[in-house]
C-alpha cells in the first residue's frame, strides 16, 4: 500500500520559472510533512518541513503548500535554477508513533532545471 | 555534509550469503534509521534503533537485523541474501526517537547481489 503518493514523476523546468512537485497522502494520522533534496551519489537532505497546523511555510525560493482537507501537500520553487537540478522526495510520518513507522516517501520527482 | 559516514561505498554479494553495513551517525545523536532505496524508488523504512534498542520495523522479514553501539555507531546486517536485497542502503541519524526529529541521511552503501 502506497501511503504517500507524488507526481509528477519528472519535470522539465526552464531557468528562473516555478517548480511544483504535488504529493497525497492517505492516512490521517500523519502530522509531519518533510521534504528531501538527493543529488546522484548522496543521501537526501532535508529541504523544508510543514506540521499540519498551518497551511504554508516559506524557506527563501522553496514553499510548501498544505491542504488537511484535501490531504494534499506541495512544494514550490521559485527562480528554478539550474543547481535545484535533482530528485525530490515528499515524506509523511507521525510524530506520536516516533520511530515505530518511520518517514513515510512518495516514488520522488526527478527535476531538469534547463538554462 | 550531515556528518553521517556509511562504509563501504559499493559491495557485490552473492545470492545466499551475510552481508554488513556500517554507519557513523552525527555525535550527540542516539537514534539511528536504517532505509532501502531501490533504483528510482523512495527509501522504505527498514528499522529504528534508540539508546542501542529496536525501536520500531517496517514490513522487512527478521533476516534483516541490527545492531547500535554506545560510540554512535551502528549495523545493519542482512542474511541469506536475495537478489532483490540489491539497492542502496541508507542511514539517518537524529536527535531523539520523534517522527518529527529530523533525520540526516549518510550517502549510503550499493549493495549488488549476484
Known amino acids: 500500500q502506497q501511503q504517500v503518493k507524488q507526481s509528477p514523476q519528472s519535470l522539465i523546468v526552464q531557468k528562473g520559472g516555478i517548480s511544483i512537485i504535488n504529493c497525497a497522502y492517505e492516512?490521517?494520522?500523519?502530522?509531519?510533512f518533510p521534504w528531501y533534496q538527493q543529488f546522484p551519489g548522496k543521501g537526501p537532505a532535508l529541504l523544508i518541513a510543514?506540521?499540519?497546523?498551518?497551511s504554508e511555510k516559506k524557506e527563501g525560493r522553496f514553499t510548501i503548500s498544505f491542504n488537511k482537507s484535501a490531504k494534499q501537500f506541495s512544494l514550490h520553487i521559485m527562480d528554478s535554477q539550474p543547481g535545484d537540478s535533482a530528485t525530490y522526495f515528499c515524506?509523511?510520518?507521525?510524530?506520536?508513533?516516533?520511530?515505530?513507522?518511520?518517514?513515510?516517501f512518495g516514488k520522488g520527482t526527478h527535476l531538469i532545471i534547463q538554462p | 555534509e550531515t556528518g553521517v559516514t556509511q562504509s563501504p561505498t559499493h559491495l557485490i554479494k552473492t545470492r545466499g550469503q551475510q552481508v554488513t553495513l556500517r554507519c557513523s551517525s552525527q555525535?550527540?545523536?542516539?537514534?539511528v534509521s536504517w532505509y532501502q532505496q531501490a533504483l528510482g524508488q523512495g527509501p522504505q523504512f527498514i528499522f529504528q534503533?534508540?539508546?542501542?534498542?529496536?525501536?520500531g520495523r517496517g514490513n522487512f522479514p527478521p533476516r534483516f537485523s541490527g545492531l547500535q553501539f554506545p560510540n554512535y555507531s551502528s549495523e545493519l546486517n542482512v542474511n541469506a541474501l536475495e537478489l532483490d536485497d540489491s539497492a542502496l542502503y541508507l542511514c539517518?541519524?537524529?536527535?531523539?526517537?520523534?517522527?518529527?526529529?529530523?533525520?540526516?541521511f549518510g550517502p549510503g552503501t550499493r549493495l549488488t547481489v549476484l
Open positions: 515524506a509523511a510520518s507521525h510524530r506520536g508513533r516516533g520511530g515505530a513507522d518511520g518517514l513515510t
Open positions: 492516512n490521517t494520522a500523519f502530522d509531519y
Open positions: 534503533y534508540y539508546r542501542e534498542e529496536e525501536n
Open positions: 510543514i506540521r499540519p497546523d498551518v
Open positions: 539517518a541519524s537524529s536527535l531523539g526517537p520523534s517522527g518529527g526529529d529530523t533525520q540526516y
Open positions: 555525535s550527540g545523536h542516539n537514534t
